[in-house]
Structures are given as structure tokens and as C-alpha cells.
């Protein structure tokens, strides 16, 4: 089967070369890459190789990048990732092996591994949302989920794609349009880099709160107030951690005491 890989992108110079390089390397032969470029202010136009299909918008969100994307692809099976994701190269064989074998209209992967998992930044914002320190999924996530990854392009046509109005959450419209969620691809390994500076979080935080809620406008300021109280609580405990090791050093050092 033909697949096309579609990667909305918005302001990515910092990462969208590397995410292509890895696709470039993969060993599904039967694939196109699609680029669309969500109306970058920044260098991200200038980092695209030729050997990439291009198409630009002005800047109306992802979910509008994607269907876009999808309405020049060529494959019969599409495949969305994001421009800071990086791929095993098996990647792309292993997502879309259900949908081959009939066993599945589209599939996610759940073996999503944190790619700057060496940075402050991208560790606490782990720690913020429960998840282990390197991985971007628990160990408990179900084997199914609302968010394709990859999908026949015949069901992506069926429903008219995302919503483009949904803003954070239009890649879980295809999944409610459908009324069906995506099953999980065994070994399609991949990388996704958290934000890496506090402006990075900020921003990111910024647009994840631009979103629906349970419970309306009480919800939502639950949604924004709980990771601010557990940063607070993480930071406590590193400023706490800090000063016993610290007085631990000075009273080996000065007094020679190696108990507690």
C-alpha cells in the first residue's frame, strides 16, 4: 500500500530537518512525504529538502495543515506525525501492518519515547503530567485510543478529516467523527521532544489550555491551576533536597559525622 506521511508544521526550524532525515531513512519504500507549512514566521520553509512535497497556508492550527496535506496525498494509507517526532526506521511498516493485514481501519503506537529526555525542561514537563521520565505514554495505556496516527485515507475521506476548529484537541475529531478508535502497531518506535526552554513551555502551555472542559470555565481553571500547584511542589522538594545535601557536605567535611 501506498503511504503518505503528512507533517503539519508551525515555527520548527529547530527540529523539522531532523524529523525528515529520520523519515528519509526508513525502510518502507512505498511512501511520499508531505510537508505543510502552517505560515511559519521563522526559518522553517528554508530547512525542507526538495525531495519534500510542500504546501503553505496562513496560520489556521494543525488539524487545517493535515487536511490540507491530505487532500494532495497520493497514498491510500495517510500517516500523521508532528515536526518535533523522530522515527526508528522500521516506524512506518510497523504503524501501518494492521491496517495491511484488515485487521484495523487506522492505528496509533504507544512506544513513544521522550527525545530531550536530558533536559531539565522536557523532564519536568513529564513529571507535570504523571508520565515516566522517558517515555510519553504510562505503562498502563489501553491498546486502543482516540488519536490516529495512521488511517485509511477512504475513512479519512468519509467523515471530511479533522475538525479545524477544535484547535488542541482536532486530532481527536477524526476518532469522534468516525466512531472508532485507532488500535495500537506493535514495535512502531518513535521519539517526540517535549519543550526544551521555559519560553517553549509557556507557549505550550498556552495553547493546551486553549481547549473545552468538563465542567466549563470551573474546569478549566482546575485544568490550569493543577500543574502549577505540582511545579510548586516539585520545586519545593528540589529546593529542600538541595539544602540537606549541602549541609551534608559541610558537616562531613567540617565535623568529619557520616550518620544521619
Known amino acids: 500500500m501506498k503511504v503518505s506521511v503528512i507533517v503539519p508544521t508551525y515555527n520548527e526550524a529547530g527540529v523539522i530537518g531532523e524529523c525528515l532525515e529520520s523519515l528519509a531513512k526508513k525502510t518502507y519504500k ?25 504546501y503553505k497556508q496562513n496560520h489556521k492550527g494543525a488539524g487545517a495543515a493535515r487536511n490540507l496535506g491530505a487532500k494532495h496525498a497520493k497514498g491510500e494509507v495517510l500517516v500523521f506525525v508532528d515536526a518535533d517526532m523522530i522515527f526508528d526506521k522500521d516506524f512506518i511498516k510497523n504503524l501501518i501492518a494492521p491496517i495491511e493485514n484488515g485487521e484495523a481501519i487506522g492505528t496509533f503506537s504507544k512506544e513513544e519515547y521522550l527525545a530531550n529526555k536530558d533536559n531539565l525542561w522536557a523532564v519536568c514537563w513529564n513529571i507535570n503530567r504523571g508520565l ?4 510519553m505514554h504510562p505503562t498502563t495505556y489501553p491498546d486502543h485510543q482516540p488519536v490516529y496516527r495512521a488511517i485509511l485515507k477512504s475513512k479519512f475521506n468519509e467523515v471530511g478529516g479533522f475538525d479545524e476548529k477544535a484547535g488542541y484537541t482536532d486530532d481527536w475529531s477524526l476518532s469522534k467523527r468516525l466512531g472508532v ?9 518513535f521519539y517526540h521532544k517535549n519543550p526544551d526552554s521555559l519560553k517553549d513551555v509557556f507557549v ?9 472542559y468538563k465542567f466549563g470555565i470551573f474546569g478549566g481553571l482546575i485544568k490550569a491551576w493543577l500543574p502549577i500547584r505540582l511545579s510548586l511542589g516539585f520545586m519545593l522538594f528540589k529546593l529542600v533536597y538541595g539544602l540537606g545535601a549541602t549541609m551534608g557536605v559541610l558537616e562531613y567535611f567540617i565535623f568529619g559525622k557520616v550518620a544521619k
Do not use: L, Y
Request: overall charge negative; charged content about 30%; aromatic content about 2%.
Open 30 to 54: 512505498s511512501m511520499e512525504i508531505i510537508v505543510v507549512d502552517d505560515g511559519s514566521t521563522d526559518q522553517t520553509p528554508e530547512k525542507i529538502p526538495n525531495t519534500v512535497d510542500v
Open 132 to 135: 515516566p521520565r522517558d517515555r
Open 181 to 189: 478508535e485507532a488500535v495500537v502497531a506493535k514495535g512502531a518506535i
Open 204 to 212: 505550550q502551555a498556552k495553547w493546551m489550555a486553549k481547549r473545552a
